[in-house]
């Protein structure tokens, strides 16, 4: 699988971004796509994932109720709605993909097989 992150730039406090991946190649029955987050100096993050048959969503806390993650099935692409944004929500952003593996692993960035390049998310304060 192959992905695309697009969509980043620069939002003042309080705005919204949406960013977009799209994917390409074959996918299994438990495919799922995450968005991950790398702040300078910082460990790259989970964000928020999906999985792609069952829309099961996940968040990380921070961005419960401001962030959105949906996907496309006929164009074979996912968004991240971001709203209320933050300073600290300033990263580089990454959509990753992963086939199968457990539940309890879906936040865990080793678990991800295939990572898009990254798209900057600039918040303003």
């Known amino acids: 699988v192959q992905l695309q992150a697009s969509g980043g730039g620069l939002v003042q406090t309080g705005g919204s971004l949406r960013l977009s991946c799209a994917t390409s190649?074959?996918?299994?029955?438990?495919?799922?796509v995450g968005w991950f987050r790398q702040a300078f100096g910082e460990e790259r993050e989970f964000v928020a994932a999906?999985?792609?048959?069952?829309?099961?969503?996940f968040y990380e806390d921070d961005v419960k109720g401001r962030f959105t993650i949906s996907r496309d099935n006929a164009k074979k692409m996912v968004y991240l709605q971001m709203n209320s944004l933050k300073p600290e929500d300033t990263a580089v952003y990454y959509c990753?993909?992963?086939?199968?593996?457990?539940?309890?692993?879906?936040?865990?960035?080793?678990?991800?097989?295939?990572w898009g390049q990254g798209t900057l998310v600039t918040v303003s304060s």
């Open positions: 190649g074959r996918t299994q029955s438990r495919f799922a």
């Open positions: 990753a993909a992963r086939e199968g593996g457990i539940l309890s692993t879906i936040r865990q960035k080793e678990h991800y097989h295939s």
């Open positions: 999906i999985r792609w048959n069952e829309q099961s969503t």
